[in-house]
């Protein structure tokens, strides 16, 4: 596959390319009655001999059938990949981060004017230990906040420790943090710094109250189900070093695109209907 161009933040790919043998005219044809029209498939002839279309093509033609259920094997390797396309705001020093926070609380006040209630993406990234039992012992190295899809904020705290401002931020409950797994972030975040972060939504969980059903979302699989983009999570990046000194342009982008993920999917739960009222509808 091969990128073609990049729109609103997402990475929209090309569609499959085949090799193999070339297909004859009535081949062709028979195959583009087939993705037409799947119920009513054009027939070859008594002397063409019987190929199978290939897989790509298969995939298409399920794709265009009524059914919901995406072909298995075909779904993941189809969807256009999730990324954060704004800018993004790299902060490392104790005073870059407090002005940045300083930023994030003017933006957030602005907009508060006209939403009810503001909600931020938030995540968080630490250096993982190989080591048994001392994942505990490892501070939150990079908390990364979007508030829309043209910022994000990365603060690389692991340097820059937590000055006032943001500290304000985190302990604001009128500013919702959203995430999956958000809980768990801010108990690892005040084993590490002390400081309590209020107003959290988990996205998994309100996802369920909206869908319906218990099922353990990852950010990964949420963004599947509702956005259709593949967010990927390479080891090589989501098992590196944060707390190098200056982050890379990859950690960089797979960290804004993490809580970018997290502000989408807030947006697209907020406006699905309850799970009740769909089974009342469907009654």
Known sequence: MKKVEEESG????????????????EELLAIEASLSNPNKLRRFNDHTPRRRLPTSLIALQASNSSSLSPLPGYSRM????????????????????????????QVLDEKNTKIKQIAIGLDIEWKPSF?????????????????????????????SGIPQNLQLLLENPEVMKVGVGI??????????????????MDLSFHANKKLGGDHKWGLS????????KQL????????????????????LQYAATDAFASWCLHQAIKDLPEAQEVKDIKE
Request: glycine content about 4%.
């Open 10 to 25: 997402f990475t929209r790919l090309a569609s499959f390319v085949c090799e193999c043998e070339h297909f004859t005219e």
């Open 221 to 228: 699989s949420l963004t599947e189900k509702l956005l259709s």
């Open 232 to 251: 990927k999570k390479p080891n090589k990046i989501r098992l590196g070093n944060w707390e190098t000194p200056v982050l890379s342009k990859e950690q």
């Open 131 to 159: 080591r048994k039992g001392s994942r505990a012992f490892l501070s939150v190295a990079v908390m990364q906040i979007c508030v829309d899809s043209s910022h994000c904020h990365v603060l690389h705290l692991i340097h």
């Open 78 to 105: 189809r969807l256009p990949v999730m990324k954060f396309s704004g800018q993004i705001l790299y902060s490392r020093t104790s005073n870059a981060v407090e002005k940045a926070a300083t930023q994030l609380l």
């Open 183 to 200: 809980h768990g972030d801010a108990t690892k975040f005040f084993r590490d710094y002390k400081i309590s972060v209020k107003g959290m």
